[in-house]
């Protein structure tokens, strides 16, 4: 299929400030569509970032059959013949889990090198706002919406695929920053048998509960418990998460990360860690982790380090925790070595600073 590309006849001024980007607030110059009907995706086209046209019947807005994707490009000092390289992360692994979450949706899947290819053309096509500032990068959004103005709850025969991107700011401007989190024990975000392990919209209206309660508790984001058993401890926010544990001094630490139990979103960077940590010889385990154990092993002096994982954040440490009149802190409320190791290694190797052992980065230019 070939892309048409429309460029814009009236630019955008480009963030004059980039420490003031903050996340997802303003956005390219251009976009990536193309449609979905008659059983196939066809006319794919980069054009100026715009209003859609959408009915007010469209079956997205009542049904909420939609699918997204996040993920980043990053600007490396790196230079290739006198121009900065741009590159992505694990792009590859993104679109899977586009299909695996269409798929589970009823949502018609794309062709991943073909996403991966309009990716890069959307990029190469604003490749100025790429933003060069340490930590700040430019946040792809794919996602996939239908769009029949019909009201009868079935799958759609009409979709659009839409790529956004939007220059953002370092997540932690001034450095690395424990964030505090609330166990959230009446709500659930999801079910085994649910779509807690696809990126699907109606997910995050589920949780908007959650992360009000836990702001109004004093507490930044929400850790969510299984919806079965309401004990063992799923993800937090929009983020996995991760707990260093001190096994004493022969055996080290172990990390654990609950292991995917189809409610939890198998996040991209969730993988990375685990693999960075077995590359440096570290134990990882993925399990059933109950609140209490986690409380449990705080009580016994145990509990090293808590740490979320996400494409936005990448690695962001844990300060304290609390589940009920329960309230700990974790390291002092400090960044821990780990979390501050696998944060320096991952966005070393994000914007090419470091070298790429693990064969992770795509260069689009
Ligand atoms: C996107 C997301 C993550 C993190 O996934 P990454 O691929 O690492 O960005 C974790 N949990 C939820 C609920 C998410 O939506």
Redesign the pocket.
Known sequence: MNITITKTTAPKAKPADESQLGFGKIFTDHMFIMEYSDGTWHSPKIQPFGNLALSPAAMVLHYSQTIFE?MKAYRSPQSNGGEDDILLFRPKDNFKRLNVSAERSVIPPVDEEFALKALCELIKTDKDWVPRSAGASLYLRPYIIAVDPFLGVRPADKYYFIIIMSPVGAYYPMGLNPVKIAIEEQYVRSVKGGMGFA?AGG?YAASLIGQKTAQAAGYEQVMWLDGVERKYIE?VG???VFFAIDKGEDNGTEIITPALNGSI?P????MSVIELCREWGMNVTERKIAADEVFDLHARGALKEVFG???AVVVSPVGALKLGDRAIEINGGQIGAISQKLYDTLTGIQYGNLPDNMGWTYRVI
């Not at 996040?267 to 969730?270: D, E």
Request: hydrophobic share 20%; glycine share 20%; charged share 20%.
């Open positions: 996040g990126k997910n993800e929009s983020m996995n979103l996040g991209i960077t969730r994982t996400g494409t």
